[in-house]
Nanobody, 124 residues
Framework: QVQLVESGGGLVQAGGSLRLSCAAS????????MGWFRQAPGKGREFVAS????????RYDDSVKGRFTISRDNAKNTVYLQMNILKPEDTAVYYC?????????????????WGQGTQVTVSS
């Protein structure tokens, strides 16, 4: 079993930045591929970014490319999402997710473990 705890959400003005963190426990962190997803009010959960176990490969949704950066520190069992140039449409609950193995695709169904989520609100 893997436990995931997100932090770093909050209220920010458009154009601002936030860094989300997700601390993992219960498994060897370096064996997990990690992802970030988000769910806006009234919408389904959608893929934001993912990172392979070693951190060498990343993937982003087109809506965040060039603005968001996913990274991980395997020594700290933590994955990060640096969010820059935030827009009101980025407002959502952001979820950290983990999966065993090499794959780091955008499909929600691939991920075995989920955090509780952290709210990000971007004001215009």
């Amino acid at each position: 079993q893997v436990q995931l705890v997100e932090s770093g959400g909050g209220l920010v003005q458009a154009g601002g930045s936030l860094r989300l963190s997700c601390a993992a426990s219960g498994r060897t962190f370096s064996s997990l591929s990690m992802g970030w997803f988000r769910q806006a009010p009234g919408k389904g959960r959608e893929f934001v970014a993912s990172i392979r176990r070693s951190g060498s490969f990343t993937r982003y949704d087109d809506s965040v490319k060039g603005r968001f950066t996913i990274s991980r520190d395997n020594a700290k069992n933590t994955v990060y999402l640096q969010m820059n140039i935030l827009k009101p449409e980025d407002t959502a609950v952001y979820y950290c997710a983990a999966k065993e193995g090499l794959g780091y695709g955008p499909q929600e169904s691939l991920y075995d473990y989920w955090g509780q989520g952290t709210q990000v609100t971007v004001s215009s």
